[in-house]
């Protein structure tokens, strides 16, 4: 019985396909990290400039304008990312 083994484990080996060597979750998760990176220097200047542009409710504008702009582009990127693999 020790000598099938190997064949056994063989044809098991056989029957299992390799799995694909995409990582399009991966490769969205990376890009949502990334996208943070310029986030915090554009939220930087819109509040540095907090006294000289109005206050704080146009500085709330600009940010939320600045984070719709990070959020598009990754929908934007996972719906090419995910349409183009299947």
């Known amino acids: ?3 099938l083994m190997p064949e056994i484990l063989y044809q098991v080996q056989a029957a299992v396909p390799n799995p694909k060597r995409d990582y399009p979750c991966g490769m969205s998760l990376a890009l ?4 943070l990176v310029p986030l915090i220097p554009l939220v930087a200047i819109v509040l540095g400039d907090l006294t ?3 206050g704080i409710v146009p500085a709330l504008i600009r940010i939320s304008v ?3 702009a990070m959020v598009l582009i990754n929908v934007m990127f996972n719906i090419l990312l995910f349409n183009t693999k299947s």
């Open 1 to 3: 019985m020790p000598r």
């Open 32 to 35: 949502a990290i990334v996208s």
């Open 52 to 54: 000289f542009l109005g």
């Open 66 to 68: 600045v984070c719709i």
